[in-house]
């Protein structure tokens, strides 16, 4: 018989080298939440064409597994990564699923613990200077500024880069091609990530042209 061999999970400082390949890779993350399991590839490959290639998966609708394990079997040179993670048992289904990264909208203290154990390194929510505490206690130094514009959008990020000078955030929520330029500005910044870019009501060609026009901005 043969026996699985656990690997410790990789260090903070390996977690934190990941995430920052991946965002500087994705520059914009869409948040994706898949409506119809025929939408999943589709949509990929719409972002795809349009240049973004690291995709946040949510699970708020019951296709986000199923769209994280497909996309990770069919589309193998995406980077994807499972967003809406509440808690650890959400966690343990999203890392079998096969997901990159792990994003979560805020941040408990059994949720950051459990990450800690894992392989994949996660993003936590954080909306104000306690819950960054919280978490940098822990280790962690590259968060999810979440509802972004609504806890202060590029004001608050100017202010917490004072007393967290070592931390990096991926502002969400609220972010569009109206701000986005502002955001990437920002030394803390990473990148942004959002759903502007995903109306399809007009086709896949619209979430091409979408993702690639938010992109060029910011060349
Ligand atoms: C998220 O959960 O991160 C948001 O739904 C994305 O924000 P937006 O819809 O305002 O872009």
């Not at 996309?71 to 980077?79: D, G, I, M, N, Q």
């Not at 800690?116 to 130094?141: D, K, T, W």
């Not at 955030?169 to 502007?196: D, E, H």
Request: aromatic letters at 4%; glycine letters at 10%; a negative charge.
């Amino acid at each position: 018989m043969t026996q699985a061999i656990s690997r410790p999970a990789p260090s903070m400082a390996e977690k934190i080298d990941s995430i920052d390949a991946l965002c500087a890779r994705a520059r914009i993350m869409p948040v994706i939440t898949i409506a119809r399991e025929e939408d999943i590839l589709p949509l990929a490959d719409a972002l795809d064409a349009g240049g973004l290639q690291v995709l946040e998966i949510t699970l708020r609708s019951p296709h986000g597994l199923t769209a994280i394990r497909r996309l990770r079997e069919e589309r193998p040179h995406l980077c994807v990564g499972a967003g809406t993670v509440l808690d650890r048992h959400m966690l343990a289904a999203v890392e079998e699923a096969g997901a990159q990264f792990i994003v979560s909208p805020g941040s408990t203290d059994d949720l950051l613990r459990a990450a800690l154990q894992s392989p994949v390194p996660m993003l936590p929510g954080v909306a104000s200077a306690s819950e960054i505490m919280v978490g940098y206690a822990l280790g962690y130094r590259r968060f999810k500024l979440f509802p972004a514009e609504v806890c202060g959008g590029t004001a608050a990020l100017k202010a917490l880069g004072g007393p967290f000078g070592d931390i990096r955030f991926c502002p969400t929520g609220g972010v569009s091609t109206a701000n986005l330029q502002r955001y990437m500005a920002l030394p803390n910044v990473m990148c942004v990530g959002g759903s502007w870019m995903l109306d399809s009501s007009n086709g896949w060609d619209a979430v091409r042209q979408a993702s690639a026009e938010a992109l060029a901005l910011l060349d």
